[in-house]
T-cell receptor
Framework: SQQGEEDPQALSIQEGENATMNCSYK?????LQWYRQNSGRGLVHLIL?????REKHSGRLRVTLDTSKKSSSLLITASRAADTASYFC???????????FGKGITLSVRP | EAGVTQSPTHLIKTRGQQATLRCSPI?????VYWYQQALGLGLQFLLW???????NRGNFPPRFSGRQFPNYSSELNVNALELEDSALYLC??????????????FGDGTRLSIL
């Protein structure tokens, strides 16, 4: 079963623009994590936001978490062609450290 | 620091055969996770090992099994392979037991193709 549901499913933007991706989830979480996957490769961890945090920054990334709406957003500022990838949100629940993933968002950044 | 390493990179098998996939976690990590990424089904949790024991199992049949060795490396075994087992199998590790607030670090996966 999918914990996260990302929106939109696909996003195409011009280099230099900002990209905003949204994730909604169903059950209470310990944290929400965002991962990037380049075509056919493994996942790269981008950022983790805990359930008691509302916003977190890492370089060009900004993540927000609204536990009342069970939603999160990932903002990539000043996008680059190298940001082209699939992005997944995932969370852990309770004492369980397994990740439950959404279906992912395909981001294309045109040079 | 070496990342999570998986072998082999690609594996081709036929229906009914058995496959063994291997994973070495980042040094110092005790938890190893296995995930399946099949076309159209997304990333599904398979197994979690920590300190040599199976801690959790996803919704997969018993022909998916594995183990964790004393050096924390892990094997995933898939018996009686079926066509729908074709997928990218990803291994991840994390630094602490019960590390539900730690990120997981992924290898590049083993692509298993069933003919």
């Amino acid at each position: 079963s999918q914990q996260g549901e990302e929106d939109p499913q696909a996003l195409s933007i011009q280099e230099g623009e900002n990209a905003t991706m949204n994730c909604s989830y169903k059950t209470s979480i310990n944290n929400l994590q965002w991962y990037r996957q380049n075509s056919g490769r493994g996942l790269v961890h981008l950022i983790l936001i805990r359930s008691n945090e509302r916003e977190k920054h890492s370089g060009r990334l900004r993540v927000t978490l609204d536990t009342s709406k069970k939603s999160s957003s990932l903002l990539i500022t000043a996008s680059r062609a190298a940001d082209t990838a699939s992005y997944f949100c995932a969370g852990t629940t309770g004492a369980n450290s397994k990740l439950t993933f959404g279906k992912g968002i395909t981001l294309s950044v045109r040079p | 620091e070496a990342g999570v390493t998986q072998s082999p990179t690609h594996l081709i098998k036929t229906r009914g055969q058995q496959a063994t996939l291997r994973c070495s976690p980042i040094s110092g990590h005790t938890s190893v996770y296995w995930y399946q990424q099949a076309l159209g089904l997304g990333l599904q949790f398979l197994l979690w090992y920590d300190e040599g024991e199976e801690r959790n199992r996803g919704n997969f049949p018993p022909r998916f099994s594995g183990r964790q060795f004393p050096n924390y490396s892990s094997e995933l075994n898939v018996n009686a392979l079926e066509l729908e087992d074709s997928a990218l199998y990803l291994c991840a590790s994390s630094p602490l037991r019960g590390a539900y607030n730690q990120p997981q670090h992924f290898g590049d996966g083993t692509r298993l193709s069933i003919l």
